[in-house]
């Protein structure tokens, strides 16, 4: 065999049948990309749908947050309501407790005893005392003597009849009634003049 530039021929035959390019099969086409690009495509919509259910999610959460947060604020408006009515309810009944010692003052102050002036100036003062005391809670008198009767304020112990007085007058209270800031502690126990002219 005969050498070519060093090479034996076999060896050059051999040489080309390594770098040789492969053969293109003029039948064949080029690969096909369309399941490439339905994957892609599959991967993107799984995503988007993926995206809007958690975007679902956050507004659901959001919402219930927002919700839990008004009921908090409910509750504690609530709570701190309830717990004034309460403090009100143990003050009433401690006030009303109070009440039969008011009136007690008031009729000895009534009874008029000139000898003992200084006396009565001393209850007097104590009077005045209790009075503003129990007006700084919140405890005000209900108007009854020269009022038309009020059955939510005034309780009608007796009727009289007479001219001197407009129908359904009161013209004497027998006992103060009270209220304890908007509340009616106890109602005015009163006479009420019925004028069978008007």
Do not use: C, W
């Not at 021929?9 to 369309?34: I, M, R």
């Not at 490439?36 to 959460?61: G, H, N, P, V, Y």
């Not at 700084?136 to 009854?144: F, Q, S, T």
């Amino acid at each position: 065999m005969g050498r070519t530039n060093g090479r034996t021929k076999v060896e050059a035959e051999e040489l080309d049948v390594e770098h040789e390019l492969p053969a293109s099969n003029e039948g064949e086409t080029a690969p096909d990309t369309a399941p490439a690009a339905a994957a892609a495509k599959a991967q993107i919509s799984s995503r988007e749908t993926e995206t809007e259910t958690l975007r679902a999610e956050r507004d659901m959460l959001l919402d219930r947050l927002a919700r839990l947060q008004a009921e908090f604020e409910n509750a504690r408006k609530r709570a701190a309501r309830e717990q004034q009515e309460f403090r009100d309810y143990a003050l009433t009944e401690a006030i009303r407790t109070i009440l039969p010692v008011v009136d007690n003052f008031e009729r000895a102050l009534q009874s008029s005893n000139a000898e003992n002036a200084e006396f009565r100036s001393g209850v007097e003062l104590i009077y005045k005392q209790l009075q503003d005391s129990l007006a700084k809670l919140g405890l005000r008198p209900i108007a009854a003597k020269g009022e038309l009767f009020d059955p939510r304020l005034h309780e009608a112990i007796e009727a009289v009849d007479t001219s001197d007085a407009r129908d359904h007058e009161v013209i004497e209270e027998l006992q103060r009634g009270y209220k304890l800031k908007d509340r009616l502690l106890r109602p005015s126990m009163v006479k009420v003049a019925r004028n069978p002219q008007q």
